[in-house]
C-alpha cells in the first residue's frame, strides 16, 4: 500500500428537489469499514423518518497475503428503492471519480411522484456527486503510525525532529516522553531512523 490515491478532503453535502421528493447526500473520508459503517448509522439516525436512506462506500483493507497491498472493499444498498436503481448508480460516481476511504449516504424524502427507475438513477448520481463535489477530492498517500518513546532528556530532540518532518504526532509526558507518530508510509523508516541517530539508538520505537 504504497501508491496514492484519491479521497475525499473533508464531509460534503448536497441537498436538492426532484419532483417533489427531497434528496440529501452526505459524503465523508473512512479510512475503514468500520468508519464507513459508523457514517451510515450516523445519516440513519439523523433521518429516521426519510423514505430511503441509501449508502455506498470504497474502502481500502490490507490483503493480508503475500507481499501485503490493499483490496479495496466496495459496499452499496438500494434501501428498499427498485433494484439498480440508486445504490449501483451511487457507488458508480465514486467509482467514476476513482474516489477510495469515501462513503456516501443519500437520504430522500418521496414527494408523491414516481420517478421511474432511471429518474432515481439520476437524482441518486446527481445527489453523490454533488456531496463530493462539497467535500472536494484530494490525493492521500498511504499513512503509518508508530510510537515513539524517550528519556525526558532527549524529549526536546525528538520534538523538534518531529516538528520539522512532514507527520502529524501527539506527545504524551509520563514517566517517559512519548509520541504517537503519523506519517507517510513512504516516509516511516525514514523519520524512525532519523530519530534514533539524533539519539544515539536510545528512542524505544514501536
Known amino acids: 500500500m504504497t501508491d496514492a490515491y484519491r479521497t475525499l478532503a473533508g464531509r460534503g453535502e448536497a441537498d436538492f428537489e426532484v419532483q417533489g421528493s427531497e434528496f440529501l447526500g452526505y459524503a465523508s473520508p473512512a479510512a475503514t469499514v468500520e468508519e464507513a459503517e459508523a457514517?451510515?448509522?450516523?445519516?440513519?439516525?439523523?433521518?429516521?423518518?426519510?423514505?430511503?436512506?441509501?449508502?455506498?462506500?470504497?474502502?481500502?483493507?490490507?490483503?493480508?497475503?503475500?507481499?501485503?497491498?490493499?483490496?479495496?472493499?466496495?459496499?452499496?444498498?438500494?434501501?428498499?428503492?427498485?433494484?439498480?436503481?440508486?445504490?449501483?448508480?451511487?457507488l458508480n460516481v465514486l467509482q467514476q471519480r476513482?474516489?477510495?476511504?469515501?462513503?456516501?449516504?443519500?437520504?430522500?424524502?418521496?414527494?408523491?411522484?414516481?420517478?421511474?427507475?432511471?429518474?432515481?438513477?439520476?437524482?441518486?448520481?446527481?445527489?453523490?456527486?454533488?456531496?463530493?463535489?462539497?467535500?472536494?477530492?484530494?490525493?492521500?498517500r498511504p499513512q503509518e503510525r508508530f510510537g515513539v518513546s524517550v528519556v525526558y532528556d532527549d524529549s526536546g530532540t525528538v520534538r523538534g525532529i518531529l516538528e520539522s518532518a512532514d507527520c502529524e504526532f501527539d506527545a504524551d509526558y509520563g514517566e517517559r516522553a512519548s509520541f504517537d507518530v503519523t506519517v507517510a508510509r513512504d516516509d516511516a523508516d525514514a523519520l524512525?531512523?532519523?530519530?534514533?541517530?539524533?539519539?544515539?539508538?536510545?528512542?524505544?520505537?514501536?
Open 39 to 90: 457514517f451510515v448509522a450516523d445519516v440513519e439516525q439523523r433521518h429516521p423518518d426519510a423514505t430511503h436512506n441509501v449508502p455506498c462506500y470504497r474502502v481500502r483493507v490490507e490483503s493480508g497475503g503475500p507481499g501485503g497491498g490493499h483490496l479495496l472493499r466496495e459496499y452499496q444498498s438500494d434501501d428498499g428503492e427498485p433494484t439498480g436503481s440508486s445504490g449501483k448508480p451511487a
Open 98 to 140: 476513482d474516489v477510495e476511504n469515501a462513503v456516501v449516504v443519500v437520504t430522500r424524502y418521496y414527494g408523491g411522484t414516481n420517478l421511474g427507475v432511471g429518474g432515481l438513477a439520476r437524482a441518486y448520481s446527481r445527489a453523490v456527486k454533488e456531496a463530493v463535489d462539497d467535500a472536494d477530492v484530494v490525493e492521500q
Open 192 to 206: 524512525r531512523e532519523r530519530i534514533q541517530d539524533a539519539v544515539s539508538g536510545r528512542a524505544d520505537v514501536e
